[in-house]
């Protein structure tokens, strides 16, 4: 047993580990969504925040980001997270992530435009002059 003066140091050792960083041999991956929180009727002209949920993330993994691409007129939504194998001290392999990112949507004129997300159902998003709202967030848990 360390004696109460060992301590600090013996505390001093066990935390390195979480103080590696993630360097270049991290990997950028596609993570699925299970869910997207959409309105029923967004704001033209003015961007949106909504919520995107990981299906099943990597535990170990960073956070994930969210990208939304306008292309000819259909929303594309898509999640990536960096996986760092030097960050998974202390993790729980195969345990089930299901992290949220914030996803931001461009400013969009009036009119209906269909929605891609990977894995689910495409979707309508319903942008009008008058009514919509710009946020779309999921509940704390």
Same mark, same amino acid.
Do not use: K, W
């Given at each position: 047993m360390p004696s109460a003066r060992n301590l600090p140091a013996l505390a001093a050792l066990v935390a390195l580990p979480l103080?590696?960083?993630?360097?270049?041999?991290c990997t950028n991956v596609a993570a699925n969504i299970s869910a997207v929180c959409l309105p029923d009727v967004l704001a033209e002209g003015q961007g949106a925040v909504v919520d995107a949920r990981e299906a099943c993330g990597v535990n170990c993994a960073r956070t994930p980001h969210?990208?939304?691409?306008?292309?000819?007129g259909t929303l594309v939504f898509g999640l990536h997270e960096d996986e760092c194998p030097n960050l998974y001290v202390g993790c729980?392999?195969? +345990?089930?992530?299901?992290s =949220?990112?914030?996803?931001?949507?461009?400013a969009l004129? +009036?009119?209906?435009?269909? =929605?891609i997300v990977p894995g689910s159902q495409s979707r309508l998003l319903h942008v009008r002059a008058t009514g919509g709202v710009s946020s779309c967030r999921f509940p704390a848990p």
């Amino acid at each position: 047993m360390p004696s109460a003066r060992n301590l600090p140091a013996l505390a001093a050792l066990v935390a390195l580990p979480l103080l590696i960083s993630c360097s270049s041999d991290c990997t950028n991956v596609a993570a699925n969504i299970s869910a997207v929180c959409l309105p029923d009727v967004l704001a033209e002209g003015q961007g949106a925040v909504v919520d995107a949920r990981e299906a099943c993330g990597v535990n170990c993994a960073r956070t994930p980001h969210c990208d939304v691409v306008l292309t000819n007129g259909t929303l594309v939504f898509g999640l990536h997270e960096d996986e760092c194998p030097n960050l998974y001290v202390g993790c729980e392999f195969g +345990a089930c992530s299901q992290s =949220v990112a914030p996803c931001r949507i461009p400013a969009l004129t +009036a009119g209906d435009y269909p =929605v891609i997300v990977p894995g689910s159902q495409s979707r309508l998003l319903h942008v009008r002059a008058t009514g919509g709202v710009s946020s779309c967030r999921f509940p704390a848990p």
